[in-house]
């Protein structure tokens, strides 16, 4: 069973091995979690677009539409920390209170999300799902997480298409979007179809998979071998990310 190649991108990361990637994603991201300043969460977003400069973006319009719609929950952040986070008070409107420390950890988690999820982009979109799950289990990953991911993967596009044929089969016969009971009514329905035709689809495919002799588990085989790029690769991000535990260290101590 194969998984079609899925790149945008076909920068210098494009040729380096998938499980130096993978390294370098797992570890960036945990320094870029643990920033506990502004200091540390912006070297680790600078270090973010240096990964993605590197992914060699074909759009690099779509590469930053994409990256602002994947951050769309941040939104949710700013609707709630700065004004549930107890602190200096900058501005109040009846019980709602905005405060100096709420709105400082609100910025400082978007840069972190910003940063990690740029750097997810860049190592994604230069590496195939196949890539990924043989990167992921040669390197010790549960066998049925790299399959869920895989399969996930390729059949959540499969998912949005069938919802979108319902929406529009619903429009046709005159739906319009409102707060009313027959409307929830007709999106819970929406829900529950979408529900049963997903099983149904993931019955079908499994019965596929057991006929062309799945046995449980999926077989991977990378092609290459670590190189000296690949090497440099991961040591030039191991002592970026050491910069900047450095700098976090250096501020925690100032604070």
């Not at 779509?62 to 929950?73: E, G």
């Not at 501005?91 to 750097?119: C, D, F, H, K, N």
């Not at 289990?137 to 991911?149: N, Q, Y």
Request: net charge positive.
């Amino acid at each position: 069973m194969g998984f079609g190649e899925t790149r945008t991108g076909n920068g210098f990361l494009a040729g380096i091995d998938p499980r130096i990637k993978l390294c370098v994603l797992v570890i960036w991201s945990f320094v870029l979690a643990l920033a506990t300043g502004f200091p540390g969460a912006f070297a680790g977003l600078a270090g973010s677009l240096a990964l993605a400069i590197l992914s060699g973006p074909e759009k690099p319009l779509a590469f930053a539409w994409r990256l602002l719609s994947i951050n769309l929950f941040l939104l949710f952040i700013w609707l709630v920390l700065p004004f549930s986070m107890p602190g200096e008070r900058i501005w109040s409107l009846g019980p709602l209170t905005l405060t100096r420390e709420g709105v400082l950890l609100s910025a400082r988690l978007s840069v972190q999300a910003v940063g990690i999820t740029m750097a997810a982009m860049a190592i994604t979109t230069t590496t195939s799902v196949f890539q990924l799950m043989a990167a992921a289990r040669s390197m010790g990953a549960p066998a049925k997480l790299t399959a869920m991911m895989g399969l996930m993967t390729r059949y959540v596009t499969v998912i949005k298409d069938e919802f979108d044929r319902l929406v529009w089969a619903m429009k046709i016969r005159g739906f319009k979007a409102s707060t009313s009971l027959h409307c929830l009514r007709s999106f819970a329905n929406l829900a529950g179809v979408l529900l049963v035709r997903g099983l149904d689809r993931g019955e079908r495919v499994y019965a596929a998979m057991l006929c062309r002799g799945y046995k449980g588990r999926f077989y991977f085989s990378l092609e290459r071998q670590v190189n000296r790029t690949d090497i440099i690769t991961l040591v030039a991000f191991l002592a970026m990310a050491t910069a900047v535990s450095i700098i976090n260290v250096i501020h925690r101590s100032h604070y």
